[in-house]
C-alpha cells in the first residue's frame, strides 16, 4: 500500500503513524498497572555503553562495538 503512494510526505507519515500506535498502545497498558512511563531520547544510544556509560569503540566501520572499561560487545 505506502509503495503506490506517490507523494514521498505522506508515504512517510503513513509508515510512521503504525509506530506511534504501537507506542500509545504500550503507554496505555503500562499506565494501567501504575508503571512509570520513561520516554527517552534516542540520539546517540548507539554511541555509549547503557551499563557504563562509556563511549563505544567501533573498529573498521563494523556493526559490531566494544565498550572500552566491561569489554562487552554490543550489536
Known amino acids: 500500500m505506502i509503495k503506490r503512494m506517490k507523494d514521498k510526505q505522506l508515504r512517510h507519515r503513513i509508515f ?3 509506530f506511534r500506535g504501537i507506542q500509545e498502545a504500550i503507554e496505555e497498558k503500562v499506565r ?35 565498550c572500552p572499561k566491561g569489554e562487552e560487545l554490543w550489536h
Open 16 to 18: 510512521q503513524a503504525s
Open 32 to 66: 494501567e498497572y501504575d508503571v512509570p512511563v520513561i520516554c527517552l531520547d534516542p540520539k546517540n544510544t548507539s554511541k555509549l555503553c547503557p551499563i557504563h556509560g562509556a563511549s563505544i569503540t567501533y573498529n573498521n566501520g563494523s556493526r559490531i562495538g566494544k
